[in-house]
């Protein structure tokens, strides 16, 4: 069974940087598309980013305008989200997914084609 587990989130004031880390056990983090959603209060849950599972590949939710970067360390069997220049916007809850679906379509930026989700790990923007 595939476990993911984020940490990273915390407070910050705006304009300044977190770095999110998913560490995935159970299987190779690599034999998966791996991705990252957030999720502010009474809103659904959003497409970030996401990376195939070869790691050449990535693609970005068009708001983040270059704020954002999905990375991997196959060594740590872990998936990273570094954020700069962060607003007030940015508050929610952050979540990694795991996806077996590895051809590279819009369908992942969707949460139902993801199979394994993480607890989650809140970010608070403070302005």
């Known amino acids: 069974q595939v476990q993911l587990v984020e940490s990273g989130g915390g407070l910050v004031q705006a304009g300044g940087s977190l770095r999110l880390s998913c560490e995935v056990s159970?299987?190779?983090?690599?034999?998966?598309?791996m991705g990252w959603f957030r999720q502010a209060p009474g809103k659904e849950r959003e497409f970030v980013a996401v990376?195939?599972?070869?790691?050449?590949?990535?693609s970005y939710s068009d708001s983040l305008k270059g704020r954002f970067t999905i990375s991997r360390d196959i060594a740590k069997n872990t998936l990273y989200l570094q954020m700069n220049s962060l607003s007030p916007e940015d508050t929610a809850s952050y979540y990694c997914?795991?996806?077996?679906?590895?051809?590279?379509?819009?369908?992942?930026?969707?949460?139902?084609?993801?199979?394994?989700w993480g607890q989650g790990t809140q970010v608070t923007v403070s302005s």
């Open positions: 997914a795991a996806s077996t679906n590895l051809g590279w379509t819009g369908v992942l930026r969707t949460t139902r084609n993801y199979d394994y």
């Open positions: 159970g299987r190779t983090l690599s034999t998966y598309t």
């Open positions: 990376v195939n599972w070869r790691g050449d590949r990535t």
